[in-house]
């Protein structure tokens, strides 16, 4: 059935995204609580009629990005050089000093998180790492794989990253990370404010940093039309690191959280972003 919805061409696609919005914000109303508890904590001065609009925007988004995920399986190279740019792939160059240094990659599920990936390897034509969290389906998580991998990237389990990040720490390539998901309890983590609470962050990509002395730049998908993403690069980090300090959680969550501001409606509302925080 996937691979049948992937040669439907795109502009189909995104007419059974606005079918499948309406079905999922009227009719099954998925998740419909989580994104409106999510919304209001984040955007307490906003009238009940203006969350309601980002709601709505917010399920278009989803669907359209859910279509996008369908279609990368069959989506030609061209079309993703095309459908994906990089404004600023000169700050790589110079933050891996020539090529010769590996990245971590922070970014955050804004966009399309996926189609970043494809982006990003055809642009620059490096080697990317994506670390990842598998799904419990595993049909479902091999396909996932597949189509990750599809222009060569080699997605990494988030349980083998740091082992295998640390091996191949000779190896230039970039570390992708996805780290704004609530960490588990058992993971390393510090509190910080986030849209008016204290939540906790996972801080393994600044271990992981300060081990390697690699840079850390944060990745920020901008929408710029339906189906057409442009990738910005803004510098985190770079070493030499001063190892009693978490600047590089503290300087990616403000990124996170002002590149969410700029473009709300394009952030994965719902998940349960705030299940362990506290107010301030």
């Known amino acids: 059935m996937y691979s049948g919805l992937a040669l439907i061409p ?56 859910a279509m996008e995920v369908v279609k990368a399986k069959r989506l030609p190279k061209s079309e993703f050089i095309d459908r994906v740019k990089v404004r600023n792939p000169e700050l790589i160059k110079e933050i891996s000093e020539n090529y010769t240094r590996s990245v971590i990659v922070l970014t955050i599920h804004q966009g399309n998180w996926e189609w970043m990936l494809h982006g990003v390897t055809l642009a620059l034509g490096i080697p990317i790492d994506g670390v990842y969290k598998p799904l419990k389906n595993k049909p479902a998580d091999d396909l ?12 990494l389990k988030v349980d083998d990253s740091t082992k295998d990040i640390i091996k191949r720490r000779k190896e230039f390539r970039l570390f992708a990370m996805v780290a ?18 204290e939540v906790p962050f996972y801080i393994g ?63 994965l509302w719902s998940n349960r972003r705030w299940k362990h925080a506290k107010l301030q």
């Open 205 to 267: 990509s600044e271990v992981i940093a300060k081990m390697t002395n690699f840079a850390v730049v944060f990745a920020q998908c901008h929408k710029k039309d339906v189906g057409y993403y442009e990738i910005e690069f803004l510098e985190i980090a770079r070493p030499p690191y001063d190892k009693s300090s978490n600047f590089i959680t503290k300087e990616y969550v403000r990124l996170a959280e002002r590149a969410i501001l700029n473009d709300p409606s394009s952030w």
């Open 144 to 155: 996932a794989y597949t189509i990750r991998s599809r222009f060569g990237a080699r997605p």
């Open 10 to 65: 795109l502009r189909v696609l995104y007419f059974f995204s606005i079918i499948g919005s309406f079905f999922l914000y009227y009719i099954a109303r998925y998740r419909r609580s989580i994104v409106r508890e999510n919304l209001t904590n984040a955007f307490p001065e906003l009238s009940i009629t203006e969350i309601k609009d980002l709601e709505k925007d917010f399920y278009k988004h989803l669907c359209r990005v």
């Open 180 to 197: 704004e998901q609530s960490p588990s309890k058992k993971s390393r983590s510090i509190w910080l404010p986030f849209f008016n609470r």
